[in-house]
């Protein structure tokens, strides 16, 4: 049998070689991540574009974004939640802070808590979304643009600010609100409303 003998210098080259194949082989593996991650933030970016639209169409800030009742929706403080009341057999409601602020807004929900909100007519608690928010309308939006909506609300700047609690039925309340006085026989619910929030 022959044997070769391995000089110091071929050695060195054969190292050289392994430490390439190396690093091509790591290159290769983080390539594609990169590609990656850049695909999804363009497909997060398109899907927070989305939800803007959505959400302006929809009207979502005529009631969440303070000023709008008076003409003149603020910028600076999009979907911050609104102090006017709306008094109703319900009680009275608010329109609630929307923002990502952690205390005060939705940065603790997940973004399908949110969708169930205001598509489902439940709350992360549970309970049911009081009138007049709308969500029976929003009921037959698309999983994928109820989506979109959440993100979007998600990227806008967090804004404190607490919005008052709801007031049941009955109970006084003295600040600013809009009374809903009793309907008419055409008015009346009829027994056309929905079973009861959240079902769907
Ligand atoms: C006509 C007024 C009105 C419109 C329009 C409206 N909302 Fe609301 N929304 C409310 C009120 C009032 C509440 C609070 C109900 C309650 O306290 O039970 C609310 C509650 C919510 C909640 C639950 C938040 C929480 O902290 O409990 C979400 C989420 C929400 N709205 C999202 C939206 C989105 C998204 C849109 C547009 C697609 C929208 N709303 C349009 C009035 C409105």
Not at 42 to 58: C, I, K, P, W
Not at 141 to 150: C, E, K, Q, Y
Request: include cysteine; charged fraction near 15%; hydrophobic fraction near 45%.
């Amino acid at each position: 049998m022959k044997h070769i003998a391995l000089s110091p210098g071929f050695m060195f080259v054969g190292v050289l070689l392994l430490a390439a194949a190396a690093a091509l082989a790591s290159a290769g593996a983080t390539a594609p991540k990169a590609a990656h991650a850049m695909a999804s933030a363009a497909g997060r970016a398109a899907q927070v574009e989305r939800g803007r639209y959505l959400v302006t169409v929809m009207g979502c800030g005529d009631c969440h974004t303070p000023g709008y009742f008076y003409g003149a929706p603020d910028p600076a403080r999009m979907f911050s939640g609104s102090e006017m009341g709306w008094r109703g057999p319900w009680g009275v409601t608010f329109a609630r802070n929307l923002t990502p602020d952690l205390d005060t807004g939705l940065g603790r929900w997940s973004e399908d808590e949110i969708v169930r909100a205001f598509r489902s007519g439940a709350k992360k608690d549970g309970s049911p979304v009081l009138p007049p928010m709308p969500w029976q309308d929003f009921s037959t939006l698309t999983i994928s643009d109820a989506h979109a909506i959440a993100a979007y609300l998600m990227s806008v700047p967090a804004v404190k600010h607490r919005v008052p609690d709801i007031v049941p039925p009955g109970k006084p309340y003295t600040g600013a609100i809009i009374e809903f006085p009793p309907p008419t026989a055409w008015d009346a619910p009829r027994g056309g409303a929905p079973a009861g929030a959240g079902s769907k």
